[in-house]
Structure formats: structure tokens, C-alpha cells
């Protein structure tokens, strides 16, 4: 069983940055990638960035490309998001989450396997 706790949400105004971390349980030495997901009130839950333990790729939805950094400290199974330039709509709740397989596509929360209790970030204009 992983067991992830994400921290480092809060409020901020637009423009602002805020680091978001993800704490996973040892079995996730064993995982295939990590990744952050955020769902907005009303919306589906969305992917925001992935990385890849076997080599630290990264990926990036387009919305958040050149502003938001997924980063991890493998000795500490520690996953982070740094969001820089943060807009109103990048409100929502943030998830971290674990796919131990390649089953699926990196983008879909099909693929994976384990998520956190999530953390708001609230962006105000």
C-alpha cells in the first residue's frame, strides 16, 4: 500500500507562487511515475504534471507549461510542484498520485493506482 500526503497549499494572490509537496510511503521505490492532478468546483479532475522515476522526465499539461515545475528527492520519496505566476484559475484542489504500472496514459487518472487526500490552492485576482 503507498500512502501520499500532499502540503504546501494555501491562499495567494495572482502572480504569486506557492510549493507544493507530496510525502509517499517507501513502496514507492517500486512505482513506475509520479504525478499532480487538480480539480476546480464543478469541473473533472485534470492532469497538471508528471515525472517519471526511471529517469526524471517530466511532463506538463499546456496550461501550465513554463510556469509550474515538478520536481522529486528520491532519498526522501518527496514529490514537489513549484507553481510560479499562479491565475485565478488555477484554483482548485491539488492531488498527488502514484501509477506503479505503464498501464494507461500518463494524462488519465485511470493510470493511476494510489492518490492523496489533496490541498487547496485558492488564487485570488
Known amino acids: 500500500q503507498v500512502q501520499l500526503v500532499e502540503s504546501g497549499g494555501g491562499l495567494v494572490q495572482a502572480g504569486g507562487s506557492l510549493r507544493l509537496s507530496c510525502a509517499a510511503s517507501?513502496?514507492?521505490?517500486?512505482?513506475?511515475?509520479m504525478g499532480w492532478f487538480r480539480q476546480a468546483p464543478g469541473k473533472e479532475r485534470e492532469f497538471v504534471a508528471g515525472?517519471?522515476?526511471?529517469?526524471?522526465?517530466?511532463h506538463y499539461a499546456d496550461s501550465v507549461k513554463g510556469r509550474f515545475t515538478i520536481s522529486r528527492d528520491g532519498a526522501k520519496n518527496t514529490v514537489f510542484l513549484q507553481m510560479n505566476t499562479l491565475k485565478p484559475e488555477d484554483t482548485a484542489v491539488y492531488y498527488c498520485?502514484?501509477?506503479?504500472?505503464?498501464?494507461?496514459?500518463?494524462?488519465?487518472?485511470?493510470?493511476?493506482?494510489?492518490w492523496g487526500q489533496g490541498t487547496q490552492v485558492t488564487v485570488s485576482s
Open positions: 498520485a502514484c501509477r506503479m504500472t505503464r498501464r494507461g496514459t500518463y494524462y488519465s487518472t485511470g493510470a493511476y493506482d494510489y
Open positions: 517507501e513502496r514507492t521505490f517500486s512505482s513506475y511515475a
Open positions: 515525472i517519471w522515476w526511471s529517469d526524471s522526465s517530466t
